[in-house]
C-alpha cells in the first residue's frame, strides 16, 4: 500500500511537473511524449525514496515547491517502510492460548488450601491457560488480570449501555486478589489463570460469576490481560485473550494436565497432544 501510494504521488508530481515547466511545446505535445512524462516520474519516484534528487528550474517556484516534496517525502518514507519492517518483524506475541476455557468444580483449582476450602461446595471455577512459545526469550514479572464486559438495558430510556467488571483471580497463596503475578515465566511451561465464580455452573452459558447476575445481560465477554517483560530485550509484552459467553468459548470440565519432567525437553513433556482436550468424567462406581 505504501509503495502503490509513492507510485500515485509520483505520476501527479510528474503531471504538475511536466505542466509548469518552461517549453516552446505545448501542452498536448508534452503529454503526447509519455516517454518523457514516464522518465519525470520515475525520477520523482526515485527521489521519493530517498535514492535520487529533482532538478527544478532555477527561477520556477512551482518547480521549487515540487522538488522539495519530493526531498521531504524521500527523507521520511524511508524511515516509515523501515518501521513497519520492524514493527512486523520484532512485534512480540510470545504467548499460545489454550483453544477454550474451562469450568470445573472449585476443588479442581491447583491450590491444597483452596480445594479443601471448597471440598463440599458446589461453586465452579474457570481456567485460562497458556504457554511461553520462544526458546530463547526470557519473560518476567508477568501479571495477569480477568475483567467481564456486558451490556445491559439503561434503567432511563432502554438503550444498551457497556459495563466492565474487574473480575477476581487466584494469586500464588490460591486466594482472591485483583492480579496474579509470577516472578518468571519458562519457555514452554503452561500457565494457569484461576477465576472463581462463586456459583454452580451445572450447563453452558453460565449466568452468574462472583456475585453479578447475567440473567438480563448481552454480549458477555471475558478478557484476560497479560503484561510482562523480556530479559534482554528489556521491552514490555502484552497480550490478551477474548472469550465469549455464548459463542462456545467455554466448556464443562477440567483441562488435560501436562507431566513436568525436568530431565526431559519441555516440548517432549506428556500431555501436549491433549492441550486443547479435557479429562474424561469420572465413572461412577459399580454397585455389587
Given at each position: ?198 456459583a454452580p455452573v451445572p450447563e453452558l452459558p453460565f449466568t ?24 534482554r530485550l528489556g521491552t514490555e509484552v502484552a497480550d490478551e ?48
Open positions: 500500500m505504501t509503495l502503490a501510494a509513492l507510485a500515485v504521488f509520483s505520476v501527479l508530481i510528474g503531471v504538475v511537473w511536466t505542466l509548469t515547466e518552461s517549453s516552446p511545446r505545448s501542452v498536448e505535445e508534452r503529454f503526447t511524449d509519455v516517454e518523457g512524462v514516464l522518465d519525470i516520474s520515475l525520477t520523482v519516484l526515485r527521489a521519493g525514496v530517498g535514492t535520487d534528487n529533482l532538478d527544478p528550474e532555477p527561477h520556477s517556484t512551482t518547480h521549487q515547491l515540487l522538488a522539495t516534496l519530493a526531498s521531504v517525502t524521500g527523507a521520511l518514507a524511508p524511515a516509515v517502510l523501515l518501521g513497519i519492517v520492524v514493527i512486523k518483524m520484532f512485534a512480540l506475541r510470545p504467548f499460545v492460548w489454550r483453544e477454550k476455557a474451562s469450568i470445573s468444580h472449585a476443588w479442581t483449582a491447583d491450590f491444597p488450601g483452596y480445594a479443601r476450602e471448597h471440598a463440599e461446595s458446589q461453586a465452579a471455577i474457570i481456567a485460562v491457560r497458556f504457554y511461553n512459545r520462544f526458546d530463547n526469550l526470557s519473560v518476567v514479572d508477568l501479571r495477569a488480570r480477568a475483567h467481564l464486559r456486558y451490556l445491559e438495558r439503561s434503567p432511563h430510556d432502554g438503550s444498551l449501555v457497556i459495563y466492565k467488571k474487574w473480575l477476581k483471580v487466584l494469586d500464588e497463596k490460591g486466594q482472591p486478589a485483583d492480579e496474579r503475578y509470577w516472578l518468571a515465566v519458562e519457555r514452554g511451561a503452561p500457565f494457569t489463570v484461576w477465576i472463581p465464580v462463586g452468574e460469576i462472583q456475585e453479578k447476575d447475567l440473567s438480563r445481560s448481552y454480549g458477555v465477554k471475558l478478557l484476560v490481560r497479560l503484561t510482562a517483560r523480556t530479559v485473550r477474548w472469550f465469549d459467553v455464548d459463542e462456545g468459548d467455554f466448556e464443562l470440565g477440567r483441562f488435560v494436565p501436562l507431566q513436568p519432567d525436568l530431565e526431559r525437553d519441555v516440548w517432549t513433556w506428556e500431555g501436549w497432544d491433549g492441550f486443547d482436550e479435557l479429562l474424561p468424567p469420572p465413572t461412577a462406581p459399580e454397585e455389587d
